[in-house]
């Protein structure tokens, strides 16, 4: 059964990918400023750029899962969402309030935006993702609670499913370890320290509980696989994300001026972290092949499974990488790191909410499935994009090897930027991977629009 309320998912799935464009632009504006200093400078510096580029992700990402809430809760709770005006209204609060903070970086110097916005009152400026006017970040805490009051009030008045109440704990947690944010200490030690229960502890810890959700939401629906058996693979899943993920925070305080016990709890834990991913494969890929009938969103489906692939290779595998606290002496922070992050974000979030977008928007246009036609370019956008992803994160981990080899591990170690100019060719190769991308993103687009005959919604009650 299709519910009224949930098209209000449909501007939240929009604003996203709109806003993932414009990450994926600035990211090549970044790649090419790796290889031409001067590109565009000085209207868009490098660390502004990055600054864009990295909140854009965080939050086109938000958008997408809370778009992801709307059209899910109230199908799992079997009733209208509490209040579809409140969700609107967070809608334009939050959009106005990033386009306002990314306008703020590209055109003000951001030591002046500080000041404008109040810096010295709370100082929370000046930190890695977390560079957002602390104006903004009250925004933040408003919308994350107006959009948990709706949700929790329409899963309190319905029916409970584990789906709901795996994705209603990631969100909380997601809110809650947002607050660290307003934490700015001035001991470097101490900032750090609770700067990672923001960082880590969303992409490591609570935002697998919500990426779990989704995918087991949609894995319930193309397959038909009895919700049962689907809850017991999520439980067993996000107990594994959040033991491993809560420790593993550890091996990011190696080197901080942490206590040596980190060395051991954080290079154990984070070492089993592939485990929770490796397990979603295995979930994904028995679920699909024990389905019931035989869901005409084919495209929904290669994204669910594209989604555990990838986010086991990136989050799993090259995250393992250099987590062991011998390597990660000599990694850490090289481009071995960035190849990680884009295939562990990519595959790890960017895809589910991508599922969910592909799954979800052709029912909200009164269509089972996009037709054919639009699901075969949309294939194309998925294939073009995966593989694009997999080379910028095979580039990237060659530049890695060699400036770790270069500028750390040899006897003779060479300056940071002798080492740039030796590796630039891998940067050159990452930005026609990221063009590749950046037309796969495109066809993904465009195959909403494409015309064919459609297969109409009918009710559906797994």
């Known amino acids: 059964m299709q519910y009224q309320s949930q ?32 590109f565009l400078f000085p209207e868009i510096p490098f660390n502004v750029a990055r600054m864009v580029h990295t909140n854009l992700l965080i939050v086109w990402l938000l958008f997408g899962f809370m778009g992801s809430a709307y059209f899910l809760v109230p199908e799992e709770s079997e009733r209208e969402l509490f209040s579809p005006k409140l969700a609107l209204l967070l809608f334009w609060i939050f959009l106005i309030a990033g386009a306002l ?26 930190r890695e993702f977390l560079e957002q006017p602390t104006i903004t970040k009250i925004g933040i805490v408003i919308v994350a609670l107006g959009f948990l009051f709706n949700i929790g009030m329409t899963i ?23 607050l660290f944010s ?20 969303w992409v490591e810890g609570v935002w697998e509980l919500i990426l779990g959700a989704i995918l087991a939401f949609v894995l319930i629906k193309v397959t038909g696989v009895d919700r049962e058996v689907i809850e017991k693979w999520l439980y067993v899943i996000i107990a594994m994300s959040l033991i491993t993920g809560i420790i593993g925070t550890g091996h990011h305080y190696y080197w901080i001026g942490t206590p040596e016990y980190w060395q051991w709890w954080g290079s154990i834990f984070s070492a089993m972290e592939p485990i929770p991913f490796f397990m979603m494969t295995i979930f994904a890929f028995n679920m699909v092949n024990r389905r019931r009938r035989d869901h005409p969103n084919k495209a929904a489906v290669l994204w669910a499974l594209g989604t555990a692939v990838m986010a086991f290779l ?9 987590t062991l606290a011998p390597v990660n002496y000599y ?34 246009r009164g269509q089972k499935a996009a037709n054919m036609r639009a699901q ?15 080379f910028i994160t095979l580039f990237l981990t060659g530049a890695g090897v060699l400036q770790t080899y270069l500028q750390r591990y040899t006897d003779d170690p060479l300056p940071f930027m002798v080492v740039q100019d030796k590796i630039e060719i891998f940067y050159w190769l990452r930005e026609i991977a990221g063009v590749v991308f950046i037309i796969g993103l495109v066809l993904y687009v465009i195959s909403f629009f494409v015309k064919g005959n459609e297969a109409k919604v009918v009710a559906d009650t797994a």
């Not at 993932?20 to 090419?32: A, D, E, P, T, Y």
């Not at 306008?103 to 100082?123: F, R």
């Not at 075969?376 to 997999?390: D, G, I, K, Y």
């Open 7 to 38: 098209s209000v998912a449909k501007p939240y799935f929009i604003a996203a990918i709109g806003l993932f464009i414009g990450q994926i632009l600035f990211g090549l504006v970044m790649g090419l400023q790796y290889v031409m200093g001067d």
């Open 101 to 126: 903070t990314i306008l703020g970086y590209l055109l003000v110097p951001y030591a002046t935006l500080a000041d404008l916005t109040g810096n010295e009152l709370l100082p929370t400026m000046g």
């Open 156 to 178: 309190l008045g319905g029916r409970k499913t584990v789906v709901n109440l795996v994705l209603l704990t990631g969100l909380l947690g997601l809110a809650v370890f947002f």
């Open 182 to 201: 307003f934490y700015n200490p001035v001991n470097v030690v101490d900032d750090k320290f609770y700067w990672w229960w923001v960082v880590h502890l």
């Open 314 to 322: 990136g989050a799993g595998v090259w995250g393992f990488m250099h």
């Open 331 to 364: 990694t850490h922070g090289t481009q071995i790191t960035a190849a990680h992050g884009h295939m562990a974000f990519y595959g790890a979030y960017v895809m589910i909410v991508l599922t969910m977008i592909s799954y979800a928007m052709p029912i909200m």
């Open 376 to 390: 075969v370019m949309e294939m194309w956008s998925f294939w073009l994009m995966t593989v694009s992803m997999v």
